[in-house]
């Protein structure tokens, strides 16, 4: 298990992310999986929010 979000995953799971996360957590998830990034859920849910 690599621990990777996949676009795969998100949309497998977006009513779950919307609903306990928010918005803006589900458009960051989107972006990160379109992207290809390489980063978990956890990076992307729990960093710091900006002022």
Same mark, same amino acid.
């Given at each position: 298990? #690599?621990?990777?979000?996949?676009? %795969?995953?998100?949309? !497998?799971?977006?009513?779950?992310?919307? %609903?306990? =996360?928010?918005?803006? +957590?589900?458009?960051? +998830?989107?972006?990160? !999986?379109? #992207? %290809?990034?390489?980063?978990? =859920?956890?990076?992307? !849910?729990?960093? $710091?929010?900006? $002022?």
């Amino acid at each position: 298990m #690599r621990g990777v979000i996949t676009l %795969r995953d998100v949309v !497998a799971n977006l009513g779950v992310v919307l %609903r306990e =996360f928010g918005v803006v +957590c589900v458009l960051h +998830c989107l972006l990160a !999986a379109l #992207r %290809r990034r390489q980063t978990t =859920f956890l990076e992307i !849910a729990l960093r $710091p929010k900006r $002022p």
